[in-house]
């Protein structure tokens, strides 16, 4: 057989072996698709393209929910089993944290959330911070952020990232999730506090930090005076908007 008909054949048949293949369905794993988001180990967790299209073409539901955080006063310096340290000046040595649960369904998607805040004094001291499931929606010192992770939904709270570190005074660097508008007095001085979120800021918190449960979280700090991890008495009202 000549060289140039064994060239021939040897070819043909790549060819038709290659055709078969390609013929066939291709399959892709999730790990092999760029750019895709949520967590393949849990399925369940939603991802934006879940959250936006769910929340604008399904019926909305709305709850008034009341919140309110006493007076507080109390750093607990050295309690080990908290995180806290003991006093040092100009350092993030004590924090007092509050929880409150969001009161919608179980199960329900948050869409949005809007915080109505009356007119009334507020004061803290040092550093007050405010959070959507542990990301931080407002603080008062933006500084501290060196220390703390982010992903798309805003920095995330952890105070054992922040303890012991320098801190700058309270209100001068005041922080803002997502084109949020804010407006909170300086350490120690009475005035108004403001907190305006976004809607697409607040669905990208609840796609980021999915939760059975929405909390809010506000966070007092101390570095080493008596009034320190303080804040006046606070109720406001907020307007969740969510899916069933």
Same mark, same amino acid.
């Given at each position: ?14 060819? &038709? !072996?290659?055709?078969?293949?390609? #013929? ?5 794993? /999730?790990? $092999?698709?760029? =750019?895709?988001? +949520? ?24 709850? &008034? !929910?009341?919140?309110?955080?006493? #007076? ?5 310096? /050295?309690? $080990?089993?908290? =995180?806290?340290? +003991? ?158």
């Amino acid at each position: 057989m000549k060289k140039m008909s064994i060239i021939f054949i040897i070819l043909a048949a790549v060819t &038709i !072996i290659s055709f078969q293949n390609c #013929s066939k369905p291709v399959s892709f794993s /999730s790990s $092999s698709l760029v =750019g895709t988001e +949520g967590d393949s180990e849990n399925p369940d967790i939603p991802t934006p393209d879940d959250i936006i299209p769910t929340c604008a073409n399904s019926t909305l539901k709305t709850k &008034i !929910i009341d919140i309110s955080y006493s #007076s507080i006063n109390d750093c607990k310096w /050295s309690n $080990s089993s908290l =995180g806290n340290l +003991g006093k040092v000046n100009g350092k993030m040595q004590a924090r007092h944290e509050e929880s409150i649960d969001l009161a919608i369904p179980a199960g329900a998607t948050l869409c949005d959330m809007e915080l109505d805040f009356p007119e009334q004094p507020f004061t803290y001291d040092d550093h007050v911070i405010l959070t959507l499931n542990n990301r931080i929606v407002m603080n008062t010192g933006s500084d501290m952020h060196k220390y703390l992770t982010q992903d798309g939904s805003g920095y995330i709270y952890d105070w054992s990232k922040l303890v012991g570190k320098t801190q700058d005074v309270g209100g001068t660097h005041l922080y803002c999730n997502g084109g949020s508008t804010c407006s909170v007095p300086n350490t120690e001085q009475n005035g108004q506090i403001l907190v305006d979120i976004p809607k697409n800021t607040i669905q990208q918190i609840v796609t980021m930090a999915p939760q059975s449960v929405n909390q809010i979280k506000m966070i007092t700090t101390g570095d080493d005076d008596i009034g320190d991890c303080n804040h006046s008495a606070i109720s406001f009202q907020v307007r969740a908007t969510y899916v069933e």
